[in-house]
C-alpha cells in the first residue's frame, strides 16, 4: 500500500505524526510538503495528493490544514478523487464503505494526534461495499450526470451550455441506432479538450515550423505508434481531420486530376468522398462506379474484376458506408495486381471490427488505408492514414502542407488514448459483441415480415427495405422512430428509385447501444420496438410507449 500525505502550514506537525505512524505499520508513504510551518497556499500541495491518487500511483490520500475543508474542495476537483473530510471512526468507516473515498481529509484543530491516527487506520483498512446500491451510487457520483465535464460553461456561456447539456439528455435517453455513431470514452474526450488545442504544430514530429512543439510531438508520436501497432501497418499519418481529408490525401499523394477511380456507387453504399459528383473527389477525378449484384445485394468479384480489366483505373477503392457484408480484401488485391492499378481501402465504418478482429484486416493488402477514428473505433472525431512505407513520404506531403495546416494536436493525443484503450484490452471481446448485437436486431426486425437488404449482415449496420415492406420512405420511417425515442437514419438502398432526400431504406447500426453494455436481449427488445413503430408510423400512441420503454433501457445502461 502506498499513501500520498501533504498538509498546509496549520497541519505540518500532524503531518510528521502521521508519517511517523504510517510508516510504523509498514506502509509506503510519499510526504509532498510542506517542510516547515511557513505560510503557504494549501491547494498547491492538495493538488499533489490528489494527482497522484487520480493517476494511481498512491492508494490513498491523506491531506491535513486546519479544518480539513479547503483540501477537500481541491482534491474533489479531480476526477478519480473522492475526498471526505472525517473527525471520527465512524466518519471513516461510513465514507469508505458507502461512498469509496480515497482522500482523507483532517482538521489539526479539530482532532487530537492519537485519534487522528484511529481515524486514518480506519479509514485505509475499510473495504468498500460493494453492494448494488453503493456501487450504483458511486458510479453516478463519479459521472455526475456528464456535466461536471462542462460545469463552467453553464456561467461562462450558458447558451452553449443548454446545447451539451440537451445533447447530454439525448444521449442518456434514446437509442442510438446511427451506424456511423458511437460513444467516446471520458478520457478521449478530455485529452480532446486538452490545452493541446492551444498549440500550433505545422509540420510533423520533430520537424515542426513552430517552436515549443515537444510536448505535442511525444503525443503525436505515441499515436502513430499504437496507430501503427493496433493495425500492423508500416506507416501512419494520424493529422488528416476527418475521413473526408483521410481519402484526399491519398488521391492527392498519387493521382493527378482526371485520373480513373473506381469505387462503389453511392447509391450502391459507397460514400460522398469516393467519387460523388457533389464531392472534390467526382469534381477532380474520374470516377467509373461499380455496383452489387442485383439480386444478392452483395458484391460479386468476378464481376468487379471484369470491370476492372476493362477501366484499368489507376486506384481501386473498396470500403463503403452501407454495405453490410464482409470484404474479401484478398481478392481485391488480386484483382489490382491484375489489372495494374493501387489499391485503397476505406475502413472507417468497420475499424473497430478489425481492430477487435471481428471482420478481416486490409492492412496486409492494400497499399493504402483510410478511416475515421470515431464510429466503430469509438475514438474522437477524426481521420488516419494508413499505407505501405514506400508512400509514407507522398502521404505526409499530400496532407502537409498538401491540404491541412496545423493539425489538432488535442484530437491527435485523444487518437492515441482511443488506440490504448484497443491495445490494452479495455475493448476485449466488444468487436464480436458489436456483431453478435447487429445479427440478432438485424433478425428481429426481419422476423417480423421487413426485407433486409442482402438477406442480414456481417457486420455493425444493416438496411432495412421500409418501402418494399410498407410503401414508406425511409424519410419518414426515420422520422416516426426519432418520435419513438429511436434515432436511426434514412438511406438509399441498391437500386433505389427514391430520391436520395427520402430513399427507401433505413441505416441501423449497433456500435453505440454495444458500448452501453447491451447485448443480445435489449437486441430484440429494441428490434420488437422498430416494428411496432414502422408497422404503422401514424399511431402515436405505440410512439409515445415504445418512447418511455426505450427511456428506461437507456436510463439502465448509462453512456460512458
Known amino acids: 500500500m502506498k499513501i500520498s500525505i501533504a498538509s498546509d502550514h496549520g497541519g505540518v506537525d500532524l503531518k ?23 505560510s503557504c497556499d494549501y491547494p498547491d500541495y492538495a493538488i499533489k495528493v490528489a494527482m497522484a491518487v487520480a493517476k494511481g500511483t498512491s492508494d490513498f490520500g491523506v491531506l491535513i490544514c486546519r479544518s480539513g475543508i479547503g483540501m477537500s474542495m481541491v482534491a474533489n476537483r479531480f476526477h478519480g478523487v473522492r475526498a471526505a473530510v472525517c473527525a471520527t471512526v465512524d466518519g471513516a468507516v461510513t465514507t469508505r464503505q458507502h461512498n469509496g473515498a480515497n482522500v482523507l481529509c483532517l482538521g489539526a484543530d479539530l482532532i487530537s494526534c492519537d485519534y487522528a491516527k484511529e481515524v486514518l487506520k480506519a479509514f485505509i483498512s475499510t473495504p468498500m461495499d460493494m453492494s448494488e446500491r453503493h456501487a450504483r451510487r458511486r458510479e453516478k457520483l463519479e459521472r455526475a450526470q456528464r456535466l461536471s465535464d462542462v460545469s463552467l460553461l453553464a456561467r461562462a456561456d450558458p447558451e452553449v451550455f443548454a446545447t451539451i447539456e440537451a445533447h447530454t439528455v439525448q444521449e442518456d435517453t434514446e437509442i442510438n441506432l446511427i451506424a456511423s455513431e458511437n460513444f467516446s470514452s471520458r478520457a478521449c474526450r478530455e485529452a480532446a479538450g486538452s490545452v493541446l488545442m492551444n498549440k500550433y504544430a505545422e509540420g510533423y514530429p520533430g520537424r515542426r515550423w513552430y517552436s515549443g512543439c515537444v510536448p505535442v510531438d511525444a503525443a503525436e508520436l505515441m499515436a502513430i505508434a499504437r496507430a501503427k501497432e493496433l493495425f500492423g501497418a508500416e506507416h501512419a499519418n494520424v493529422q488528416p481531420h476527418g475521413g473526408s481529408a483521410a481519402n484526399m490525401a491519398v488521391y492527392f499523394a498519387v493521382l493527378n486530376q482526371g485520373d480513373t477511380i473506381m469505387s462503389m456507387a453511392l447509391d450502391q453504399g459507397g460514400h460522398l468522398s469516393h467519387g460523388s459528383p ?18 444478392t445485394e452483395m458484391l460479386d468479384y468476378d464481376t468487379l474484376e ?16 452501407a454495405y453490410p457484408r464482409t470484404i474479401d480484401f484478398a481478392r481485391v488485391r488480386k484483382i489490382c495486381d491484375k489489372a495494374g492499378c493501387l489499391m485503397m481501402v476505406d475502413m472507417a465504418h468497420i475499424a473497430g471490427l478489425v481492430a477487435g478482429g471481428a471482420h478481416p484486416s486490409p492492412v496486409p493488402y492494400a497499399d493504402f488505408v483510410t478511416t475515421t477514428t470515431h464510429k466503430t473505433l469509438g475514438g474522437p472525431r477524426g481521420g488516419m492514414v494508413l499505407c505501405k512505407e514506400k508512400y509514407a513520404k507522398a502521404i505526409d506531403s499530400a496532407v502537409f502542407p498538401g491540404m491541412q495546416g496545423g493539425p489538432l494536436e488535442n484530437i491527435i493525443a485523444a487518437k492515441a488514448v482511443c488506440f490504448r ?4 484490452g479495455d475493448k476485449a471481446g466488444y468487436a464480436a459483441q458489436v456483431v453478435k448485437n447487429c445479427q440478432v436486431l438485424c433478425k428481429t426486425v426481419q422476423d417480423r415480415g421487413y426485407r433486409i437488404v442482402s438477406g442480414g449482415t456481417d457486420n455493425h449496420l444493416f438496411l432495412i427495405d421500409v418501402k418494399a415492406t410498407k410503401g414508406i420512405t425511409g424519410k419518414d420511417a426515420a422520422a416516426a422512430l426519432d418520435a419513438a425515442g429511436i434515432v436511426a437514419n434514412k438511406n438509399t438502398i441498391p437500386y433505389d428509385t427514391e430520391s436520395p432526400f427520402k430513399t427507401s431504406g433505413v441505416r441501423v447500426g449497433t456500435a453505440s447501444v454495444t458500448t452501453r453494455g447491451m447485448r443480445e436481449a435489449e437486441m430484440i427488445k429494441i428490434g420488437t420496438w422498430i416494428a411496432d413503430v414502422l408497422d404503422d408510423i401514424t399511431n402515436t400512441v405505440v410512439q409515445e410507449r415504445v418512447k418511455r420503454e426505450a427511456r428506461e433501457l437507456a436510463i439502465g445502461f448509462p453512456a460512458p
Open 16 to 38: 510528521a505524526a502521521l508519517v511517523e505512524f504510517l510508516s510504523g505499520e509498514g506502509v509506503q508513504v510519499e510526504d509532498a510538503g510542506p517542510a516547515t510551518r511557513e
Open 278 to 295: 457533389v464531392n472534390f473527389s467526382g469534381k477532380i477525378y474520374n470516377i467509373v462506379s461499380y455496383t452489387v449484384d442485383p439480386k
Open 306 to 321: 471484369r470491370q476492372a480489366m476493362e477501366v484499368r483505373p489507376k486506384l481501386l477503392l473498396v470500403g463503403a458506408s
Open 421 to 424: 484503450e484497443w491495445l490494452n
